[in-house]
């Protein structure tokens, strides 16, 4: 009978820098190329788009620009992006280990980890994700992850597929739905008042 040896975060840490992005799954270790320029675009554009709206809104709340970055993360929360590292537990996986696209933590979460060493990974899954899939991510492999997200915290997860310039959203509550290539992403209760053509993501 053969056993496959289950690896950990210690040997996640111990892979060598070899220009492929690491992830703990279930006890293995995936490997994936970083992504093409395409992905960055798309990326680059979701976050520009969020970072503006995150900076009018603490505008509104009496922040000033002379206050400093941390002191806007505290109002209105913060982003992370380029397969930034989560590490988190779940009832079948307990220590698992992902990188995220676009991530947002609210407020609440930035009071919570405001602690983290900048070269560590957080705890916390952000209460909003955001992925863009590529052509070669299967079916399965997206529902596994998304429903990753959803079972660690996040309420509000947004998958931009940029061959159709479309999008899918999955909700902590089981809803979810598409939005087609004329419509746009909305921040519903986690950025209230943020609304995002897909035409300006995908341009």
């Given at each position: ?14 892979q060598?820098d070899?220009?492929y ?60 992006s ?11 996986d ?32 952000p ?7 590529s ?27 940029p061959?159709t ?38 341009a």
């Open positions: 009978m053969v056993t496959t040896q289950r690896m950990t975060f210690a040997d996640l840490m111990a060598p070899d220009g992005l690491h992830e703990l799954v279930r006890g293995e270790i995936v490997r994936m190329p970083p992504p093409r320029t395409g992905h960055g675009y798309v990326e680059a554009a979701l976050i520009e788009a969020i970072g503006r709206y995150l900076y009018d809104r603490a505008l509104t709340l009496d922040w000033q620009e002379m206050q400093g970055r941390k002191a806007r993360d505290k109002l209105v929360g913060r982003l992370m380029g397969e930034a590292g989560v590490r988190f537990s779940l009832p079948d307990p220590d698992q280990t992902r990188g995220l696209d676009v991530g947002y933590l609210s407020p609440e979460q930035v009071a919570r980890l405001e602690d983290t060493p900048d070269d560590e990974y957080i705890r916390e899954m209460v909003l994700v955001a992925e863009v899939i052509s070669s991510e299967t079916a399965d492999y997206i529902n596994e992850k998304v429903t990753d997200y959803l079972a660690a915290g996040a309420r509000l997860v947004w998958l931009l597929y061959r310039r479309t999008a899918m959203v999955l909700r902590a509550d089981g809803t979810g739905n598409t939005i087609p290539a004329d419509g746009s992403l909305d921040g519903e209760d986690i950025l209230p008042g943020f609304t995002e053509p897909l035409f300006n993501i995908f």
